[in-house]
C-alpha cells in the first residue's frame, strides 16, 4: 500500500539578510515580508522504496547545503541521499543559500538554519504517513511566457500536476510543475520577501484543496521569462490564475494510478565545459582596475555591460547612479578574475554535477542543478516515454545559465557571465546534450530500480 506525509517549515530570513539576483553588490537587504518563505516537503513510501521530495522557496543552493540536508534526514529518517530531492522556486525575493559572487551577499547563518528546517521538513514528512492514492496529469499552457535570448525562440509550455489524496477522498499535497522565471515581484517589490508567482500557484491550489500542502517545482527557464503585459499591475495575478486553473483542470480529469511504485536514481554527470584563457581573463581584469584606478564610466555599455546583463540600463536604475553602476561591474570583475586565477590552468575542464530522478508511479521527477534552456527540456520530452515527466531544474546545487548554441556563439550573458559568478569555466556546444543524456539514463535507472 502507497503511504505518504507531508510537513512545511518556515524559511522566511531574519533581519539583515541579503534577497538575491537582481544586481551586482546592491546591499538588497529586505524591507517587508510581503508573503513568507517555506521548505514544503512530501514523502511517499510503497512498502519497500521511500523518496522524499522537499521544495524550497530559495532562489538558490549549493551542494554543501544539499549534503548537510541529506546528512541530518539519513541520520533521523535512515532515508538516503538519492532518495531525497532538494529543488527551489528560484524566486528572486529570496535568498541565496549557495553563494552566487556579486548578485547577493550568502549569510553562513541563514544557510545552515535554512537547511535545518529543510532537513525537519523532509524528517517530519517521512515520520507521519497515511495511505494514499496519486493522480498525475499534464497539459500546454501556451501564450504565458516568452523566450528572453531571441525572437521567437522555444519555450517549454508544459504543465505537469500530481495530486495525493487520503483514502477519504480529500487532498494531502499537490505538486506542480511549469518553467517561468519567477520575477514579476522582483521588479514591483524588489525589497519584499515573496515567494513570487510559485508561491500564488501554491496559495490558489492550497484553497482549492483545503488542508492540503502545495509543491511548486521550478521547470526549464533559463532563456524564459513570463510575458511583459504581465509586469503590469493590473495583470501580475494572470499567470498563477492561469496555471492554478490549468493544474486543476487537468487532474479533475485524471484516473488514479493503479498500484504505483516507487523509485529514484542519482548518478553524476559530467559535464564537457571550455577552459578560460588567460587573455580572456586579465582583459576582464585590466579594464576593470583601469576604470576604477581613471574613474572612466565611458563606453562601457558596449564592454562590461555587453554580457554582464541583459539590460545594461537597469543597472544603472537599480543603482540609482551610472558611476555606482560601473563601479559594482568592476568590482565584480577584479573578483571573479582573482577567483579564477587561483587554479585555472589546473581545475579539470568537466564539471561534474548531480543528476537525479525520482519515479512515482505513472510520473516521473528529472532533476538537475541548471538554469536549463527549453530546447534542452523539450528533448528531454520527446526521447522519453515516462508517462507524465517533471523537470526539477535548480536542484541539489548550482551550476548557472546552461545555454544552447544560440547563446554560446552570441557569448550571452547566460554563456559568458554566469559561468563567472558561478566560479566555472563556460560551457561549450557539447554541454546541453550532454546534460540531456545523463537526465534520460537517470530516468531510465528510476523507472528500473
Known amino acids: 500500500m502507497l503511504t505518504a506525509g507531508v510537513a512545511r517549515m518556515q524559511l522566511t530570513p531574519f533581519w539583515g539578510v541579503e ?6 553588490y546592491l546591499n538588497r537587504t529586505w524591507r517587508r ?14 512498502g519497500s522504496r521511500r523518496v522524499a521530495l522537499v521544495a524550497l522557496d530559495l532562489m538558490v543552493i549549493d551542494e554543501p547545503f544539499t549534503r548537510l540536508v541529506r546528512q541530518l534526514v539519513q541520520e533521523a529518517a535512515d532515508l538516503p541521499g538519492e532518495a531525497l530531492l532538494l529543488t527551489c522556486s528560484h524566486s528572486h525575493n529570496a535568498p541565496a543559500a549557495g553563494g552566487l559572487l556579486g548578485v547577493g551577499e550568502c549569510d553562513p547563518r541563514y544557510e545552515d538554519w535554512a537547511a535545518r528546517q529543510a532537513a525537519t521538513a523532509a524528517i517530519l514528512a517521512l515520520r507521519d504517513t497515511q495511505p494514499v492514492q496519486m493522480t498525475a496529469a499534464g ?5 504565458l511566457t516568452f523566450n528572453r535570448t531571441r525572437d521567437n525562440g522555444p519555450t517549454d509550455p508544459r504543465l505537469t500536476a500530481l495530486r495525493i489524496d487520503r483514502l477519504d477522498g480529500s487532498t494531502l499535497a ?11 515581484h522582483t521588479k514591483r517589490r524588489p525589497f519584499d520577501v515573496s515567494r513570487d508567482v510559485p508561491g500564488e500557484i501554491c496559495d490558489r491550489l492550497e484553497a482549492a484543496f483545503p488542508g492540503a500542502v502545495c509543491l511548486y517545482i521550478q521547470g526549464a527557464c533559463g532563456d524564459v521569462n513570463f510575458s511583459p503585459e504581465f509586469g503590469e499591475p493590473a495583470r501580475c495575478g494572470e499567470p498563477a490564475e492561469s496555471l492554478a486553473r490549468a493544474a486543476l483542470s487537468c487532474l479533475q480529469n485524471a484516473a488514479p494510478m493503479p498500484s504505483p511504485q516507487i523509485g529514484a536514481c542519482s548518478s553524476i554527470a559530467r559535464i564537457p565545459t571550455r577552459r578560460w584563457t588567460r587573455e580572456e581573463i586579465e582583459r576582464d581584469r585590466d ?22 546583463t541583459n539590460r545594461p540600463d537597469d543597472m544603472v536604475a537599480r543603482h540609482g547612479d551610472e558611476r555606482k553602476a560601473v563601479r559594482a561591474m568592476c568590482r565584480f570583475h577584479v573578483e571573479w578574475t582573482a577567483k579564477m586565477l587561483e587554479d585555472f590552468e589546473s581545475r579539470p575542464e568537466n564539471l561534474e554535477t548531480e543528476v537525479q530522478a525520482l519515479r512515482l508511479g505513472d510520473l516521473v ?4 542543478s541548471a538554469e536549463f534552456f527549453s530546447s534542452f527540456a523539450l528533448d528531454v520530452r520527446a526521447r522519453t516515454d515516462s508517462k507524465e515527466l517533471m523537470l526539477a531544474c535548480y536542484s541539489n546545487g548550482r551550476i548557472g545559465y546552461l545555454p544552447d548554441v544560440h547563446d554560446i556563439a552570441a557569448r550571452s550573458y547566460a554563456a559568458w557571465q554566469s559561468p563567472k559568478y558561478c566560479n566555472q569555466f563556460p560551457f561549450v556546444e ?3 546534450p550532454a546534460m540531456c ?3 534520460l539514463k537517470a530516468i531510465r535507472g528510476a523507472r528500473s530500480d
Open 19 to 24: 534577497l538575491t539576483g537582481w544586481g551586482y
Open 174 to 184: 499537490a505538486v506542480v510543475n511549469f518553467g517561468a522565471h519567477p520575477t514579476l
Open 430 to 432: 557539447a554541454s546541453g
Open 365 to 368: 521527477i528529472v532533476a538537475n
Open 33 to 46: 515580508v510581503h508573503d513568507h518563505l517555506y521548505a514544503t516537503a512530501v514523502a511517499l513510501d510503497d
Open 437 to 439: 543524456e545523463a537526465m
Open 287 to 308: 579594464e576593470a582596475l583601469r576604470r576604477l584606478t581613471e574613474d572612466d564610466i565611458s563606453g562601457w555599455r558596449e564592454t562590461l555591460g555587453r554580457a554582464m
Open 139 to 143: 497539459v500546454d499552457v501556451p501564450g
